[in-house]
């Protein structure tokens, strides 16, 4: 199609663990002799899947992305998204040509502007002014182009007072919103943009998101943009991919994407018993015995609740404090962190003895999506003595709607409010 402007097809990246770079002279032989023979690289057979979290096999080949294959249209904004170690910036240094691929190929349309690091390009000794002019020539650009876009450059990075002296003297924001001045001003068909806009301040980063969104609505340029802040990704991105152990593991609308991947990383877990277990949950203040979202409208507690049913936040405690009364709270958020609702209470509690805390959450008031009860407790002074993010996680679903063909309503929340028809 006339409108793809960059077409990823099957590309993959082995990297070889431990301190070795690229290989050994042995590996290095062996794949001269299979190449003077004809025959395919005898070390791409072998290689594990990217999960950092597991120790490697005696060969010691990884693909750090494996057999990623995906299109991306003029115009376009697309995201990129997963955890640590998924194999985004592998991509984004192929798709730069910071580093080739394995096997695959790669084709695009006109210039790629990448800013994956802070500085990326920049020499140290030379001023900002200096790097401006080097890194529009390094993407093609005349001097005369250059001296057009200058001025728009250095008002946008904020750096007028420092914009003749060297950048190693830059502090690591004013590096990225230079650097992100000249990438997104040099006019690039397609500007590729890692997690880096984090080191700057929330002013630099609204200024780079809304600079982003008119290169690609009001010129019609691709932007490709990897970033932890699911906020940004949905509101900047028209598509997004998210990636897992080097490989595309959903792909579709940022919203869609986004939710499916918070729900695949999530430990679901609604119902934990600490006491039953023979885990120590608290501190020297408070120790929480067990932690429970109980439906009480459903005899399996470890269903998916029914958004009709309300449902109790169970905790069973020991006060170890010298105060009869604490206070029990606990935030009700997604799993993007937005919260919902907070709520506690101060409570009476035997010292050393369990104490039984419950909260009853109305039916029809959560909308569907997944959540996570975060707890603080407070003794009598209101001095935190507990915090636990990422308490209990759990879904509520809309089961009879989901099943119809009216799909989620809007909003974080969904009361069954009463109508009222006046006909005159």
């Not at 490697?56 to 955890?83: P, R």
């Not at 598509?239 to 939710?259: C, H, T, W, Y």
């Amino acid at each position: 199609m006339e409108d793809v402007i960059l077409k990823i097809s099957n590309v993959s990246k082995q990297y070889r663990l431990g301190t070795i770079g690229t290989g050994t002279i042995s590996h290095d032989v062996n794949r001269w002799w299979a190449k003077i023979r004809g025959k395919s690289d005898p070390y791409l057979k072998v290689g594990e899947e990217n999960d950092r979290a597991t120790a490697g096999s005696t060969h010691g080949y990884v693909w750090a992305i494996k057999d990623i294959d995906f299109e991306v249209k003029k115009g376009e904004v697309l995201g990129i998204i997963g955890k640590n170690g998924a194999g985004k910036s592998t991509l984004l240094k192929i798709l730069s040509r910071v580093t080739g691929p394995t096997t695959g190929s790669i084709k695009s349309k006109g210039r790629i502007a990448s800013l994956l690091e802070v500085g990326t390009g920049f020499h140290p000794e030379m001023t900002g002014r200096e790097n401006i002019y080097l890194n529009g020539a390094i993407l093609g650009m005349t001097k005369k182009e250059i001296n057009l876009k200058i001025d728009e450059i250095i008002e946008f990075s904020g750096c007028q007072r420092y914009i003749d002296t060297p950048v190693k003297r830059y502090s690591s924001g004013m590096k990225v919103r230079l650097a992100f001045a000249v990438a997104a001003h040099l006019e690039p068909d397609i500007l590729v943009v890692d997690e880096v806009l984090a080191v700057g301040d929330a002013e630099f980063q609204r200024k780079a998101i809304g600079k982003m969104q008119d290169i690609s609505t009001g010129e019609g340029r691709t932007v490709l943009f990897v970033s932890h802040n699911m906020a940004a990704v949905e509101t900047l991105c028209t598509r997004a991919i998210s990636l897992n152990n080097g490989k595309v593991e959903f792909e579709g609308r940022p919203s869609d994407v986004i939710s499916k991947y918070l729900n695949s990383s999530a430990q679901n877990e609604k119902i934990i018993d600490f006491e039953q277990k023979g885990i120590f949950e608290g501190n020297d203040s408070v120790q929480i015995l067990y932690a429970g979202i109980e439906n009480t409208s459903s005899t399996n507690i470890y269903d998916v609740i029914d958004i009709t049913n309300e449902f109790i936040l169970k905790i069973k405690l020991l006060n170890k404090t010298q105060n009869s009364q604490i206070s029990v709270g606990y935030d009700l958020m997604t799993l993007k962190g937005d919260v919902v609702f907070g709520s506690g209470s101060m409570i009476n509690s035997n010292l050393s003895k369990e104490t039984i805390v419950t909260c009853t959450i109305p039916s029809n008031f959560l909308n569907n999506d997944v959540y996570q009860i975060c707890l603080y407790i407070h003794d009598e002074n209101m001095k935190r003595i507990y915090l636990k993010s990422e308490l209990l996680v759990f879904e509520v679903k809309d089961v009879e709607r989901e099943n119809g063909f009216l799909g989620k309503v809007n909003g974080v929340v969904r009361p069954k409010l009463n109508w009222n028809v006046l006909n005159s």
